[in-house]
């Protein structure tokens, strides 16, 4: 009896320890028995918490899945706008399992990178709907969190039958295909230089205003001054006029032989410059006649 005793202990611990399984923090634990989900008394997928659980042994297999946020980056696509327009948009989407029995037979097994796949086209033909009925502006501007709260929507729907919650969907980045950024790109230089010109143009124009303001005002002042200066000449001439009138009537003969030392002085300054003069002239009146000058 001992001997067989130990067997039967050996076969009945292996069988404790074969119905004994642990789910993990952030997992939750389905039970596949005879290839079908296990359910329970409501006919829901019975779904194992974190802790300690026990299954039949031989007939139940344990199948964790994770039950935490998790993140699709997805690598950017190519859309078309309501303008017939190529955009680049990188999105990324928020989920998690919510019906863990529909994930597990969605997915062939609970596979996440199938889930994801599944996701990702669903996620696509949102925004290509989306994306299809908008203008490049609406999608860069106020519009876009519209997009992708119609998006989410939209791909809330169609993951129910995935056993997905999407939780968030945010377009990250929106571009340009390199073809058509480069085409805009000479036409905003192009309207750049345009701009330039004209704006150079209207320099120009402004400067050859200034200018003749300018030539206009200094012609102004010199006239100005040529024509306080002949003023101012011409008093003063009228000045010196009077003032040999004055000198001429109080005494003509001394007004007279000072004019003729003026005249002396200018004619005789030079050495070099020669005279002909008639000596019988006037010009020679106190020279040859000095007692006129006492």
């Known amino acids: 009896m001992r001997k067989l005793a130990i067997p039967v202990l050996i076969i009945i611990a292996v069988l404790f320890l074969m119905s004994i399984f642990v789910v993990n923090e952030g997992e939750r634990g389905i039970v596949i028995r005879f290839g079908r989900v296990l359910k329970d008394v409501n006919e829901q997928t019975q779904v194992y918490q974190p802790g300690l659980h026990f299954k039949m042994p031989l007939f139940d297999r344990v199948r964790f899945l994770d039950a935490r946020i998790q993140t699709m980056d997805d ?8 303008e017939k327009k190529d955009v680049i948009i990188d ?12 994930y597990y037979l969605a997915t062939g097994g609970g596979n996440q990178l199938t889930a994801e796949a599944l996701l990702q ?7 290509r709907a989306e994306i299809g009925n ?10 876009r969190e519209e997009v992708m709260q119609d998006v989410l929507v939209d791909a809330q729907q169609s993951a129910i039958d995935l056993g997905i919650d999407v939780i968030d969907l945010r377009i990250k980045r929106i571009n340009l295909p390199d073809e058509i950024s480069e085409s805009i790109y000479r036409r905003m230089r192009a309207e750049r230089e345009a701009v330039a010109r ?10 050859e205003v200034i200018r003749a303001q300018a030539e206009l005002e200094v012609a102004t002042v010199l006239a ?4 306080t200066a002949r003023v101012t000449r011409g008093n003063a001439d009228a000045k010196a006029a009077e003032t040999y009138a004055d000198a001429y009537e109080k005494n003509p003969e001394f007004f007279s032989f000072t004019r003729s030392l003026e005249a002396y002085e200018k004619s005789f300054s030079n050495k070099n410059d020669i005279l ?16 006129l000058a006492k």
């Open 121 to 127: 086209r669903r996620v696509a033909d949102g925004l």
């Open 75 to 82: 690598q950017a696509d190519r859309f078309v706008t309501s």
């Open 224 to 227: 100005e001054a040529e024509r």
């Open 91 to 102: 999105s990324y989407v928020k989920w998690r399992i919510k019906d863990f029995g529909t």
């Open 134 to 143: 908008k203008t490049i502006k609406q999608i860069v501007s106020e519009d």
């Open 198 to 207: 004209r704006h150079r143009s209207q320099g120009r124009e402004k400067g």
């Open 276 to 291: 002909v003069v008639d000596p019988s002239s006037e010009f020679f009146k106190y020279m040859k006649a000095p007692e």
